[in-house]
């Protein structure tokens, strides 16, 4: 028992310790193994489908078209509201509300854009 105690106490591990991580390092190996074929399978069949990847490809065109609609409505709103600050020095309520204006706009254009579907354009 103190020998065993002592091979724990300087890392040195028993042959049974040894036995069971080799054998649970091996399950695991194997379970990892069939993971990854499952998946290389599955990347290989998708990759394939050409449609597939098209259609991912069309659908982040629509969504970079939207949210740069947004972001310019913002934009364009902020940029006329700090030129009338300046032109009529009522700063910082032009910005205001004319940002404001522009994210309204911003808004409705988004709705207005994703309410067409690609086919009706």
């Given at each position: 028992?103190?020998?065993?105690?002592?091979?724990?106490?300087?890392?040195?591990?028993?042959?049974?310790?040894?036995?069971?991580?080799?054998?649970?390092?091996?399950?695991?190996?194997q379970?990892?193994?069939?993971?990854r074929?499952?998946?290389?399978?599955?990347?290989?069949q998708?990759?394939?489908?050409?449609?597939?990847?098209?259609?991912?490809?069309?659908?982040?065109?629509?969504?970079?078209?939207?949210?740069?609609?947004?972001?310019?409505?913002?934009?364009?709103?902020?940029?006329?509201?700090?030129?009338?600050?300046?032109?009529?020095?009522?700063?910082?309520?032009?910005?205001?509300?004319?940002?404001?204006?522009?994210?309204?706009?911003?808004?409705?254009?988004?709705?207005?854009?994703?309410?067409m579907?690609?086919?009706?354009?």
């Open positions: 028992m103190a020998k065993n105690t002592d091979d724990k106490a300087s890392g040195n591990p028993t042959s049974s310790e040894e036995a069971a991580l080799s054998a649970r390092l091996g399950s695991l190996d379970r990892l193994s069939e993971i074929g499952n998946r290389k399978i599955e990347t290989d998708s990759g394939t489908e050409s449609g597939n990847s098209a259609a991912r490809a069309s659908a982040m065109a629509r969504g970079f078209q939207l949210s740069s609609e947004l972001i310019a409505g913002v934009v364009v709103g902020a940029a006329i509201g700090w030129g009338f600050d300046k032109l009529l020095s009522t700063s910082p309520f032009g910005l205001i509300v004319f940002f404001l204006l522009g994210f309204v706009a911003g808004v409705v254009n988004v709705v207005r854009s994703a309410r579907t690609p086919g009706n354009r």
